[in-house]
């Protein structure tokens, strides 16, 4: 961890998390501008706050996140486990460059996420397009295809380059993040990788079926 321009700059599995929520980072007025400029989103926000009847909440994530070529898959991870929002918004087109990965309706409570009756949202965006989520949704960045991947296109420039998001996130103050110790935050990722597998042995099981029936 290090200091550039100001900013905090973090590094793991081959992302650098540039942390711009001191007022003496270099990009924090610019942060709160944009967020000031979109009144809709702000509504969305306040919105979702009142339906959880929680009257104080705060930013208190603005950040950079830029995954590099090759860099590992996150483990399976909630933002916060009290109820919160966060925002990703894509600087340059996302697809097999690190995307994020979602578990749909794994910030409900129940049986569901232990027989794998959720689905996977992978976000993939355009350019300046957004996902917003609550922060109890179960989530990890992608790993970004290297040399090695099937996926790789070796003369697709996105796929050679850095790939940022901005990542802005709100929670109650009553609940800061992330709100979890290294038992629950292990479980959370066990949890993860337990409704994938799940998942994957459905359509595993679905394609030959299919395929028998052929």
Request: contains cysteine.
């Amino acid at each position: 961890e290090d200091r550039r321009r100001g900013g905090r700059v973090r590094s793991d599995r081959g992302r650098l998390h540039s942390h711009q929520e001191s007022p003496r980072s270099p990009h924090h007025s610019n942060f709160l501008e944009q967020v000031a400029s979109m009144p809709e989103l702000q509504s969305l926000v306040k919105t979702y706050f009142s339906r959880h009847s929680i009257e104080r909440y705060k930013l208190t994530q603005l950040q950079f996140l830029v995954a590099k070529p090759g860099s590992e898959h996150q483990i399976w991870h909630r933002d916060n486990v009290a109820p919160g929002l966060t925002l990703l918004i894509a600087l340059e087109d996302v697809g097999g460059n690190g995307p994020t990965e979602l578990l749909t309706g794994s910030h409900l409570t129940g049986d569901s996420l232990l027989d794998g009756s959720n689905g996977v949202l992978l976000g993939c965006l355009n350019k300046g397009d957004a996902i917003l989520y609550d922060s109890r949704v179960i989530h990890r960045g992608r790993g970004y295809c290297n040399g090695t991947s099937s996926d790789f296109r070796k003369n697709d420039a996105l796929y050679h380059e850095d790939r940022p998001v901005l990542v802005i996130r709100w929670d109650a103050l009553a609940t800061p993040p992330p709100g979890a110790g290294i038992i629950v935050t292990n479980w959370i990722a066990w949890l993860g990788s337990f409704q994938t597998f799940i998942l994957e042995m459905k359509d595993s099981f679905q394609k030959a079926k299919n395929n028998f029936k052929k």
